[in-house]
């Protein structure tokens, strides 16, 4: 039986999430559980603001520093917009069907 390899799958079907502020260009290259654990015990940490600038910085591999100079406006914005790309790209509900999943029968 061949072997499905599922990593290069993702790489032709899954394009980066790129946005940019403060001029440069950031890309989410992957998502995966310990970032998304990562962003959760943020949270919990604390409940000032600059939460959600450490949280856009992880989703990005950035510096936890890094956004806490830029507009919250754009911060917030940068967050919904990769959560949704993400989303999409994870065939969440009411979007496209991830396509690996066409390949993956569970019983």
Known sequence: MP???FDE?????????EFVADGKTYTVGK???DMISGLAAGEEKGDDVGVVCRQLAK??????DTFLNTDLRI????IQYVTEEATKQM????VAKNPIQDEVKLS
Do not use: D
């Open 3 to 5: 072997i499905k390899n």
């Open 31 to 33: 998502v995966t559980s």
């Open 91 to 94: 065939g969440g509900e009411n």
């Open 9 to 17: 799958m993702a790489k032709q079907m899954f394009e980066p999430i």
């Open 75 to 78: 911060v917030t914005a940068a």
């Open 59 to 64: 989703l990005v591999g950035a510096k936890p």
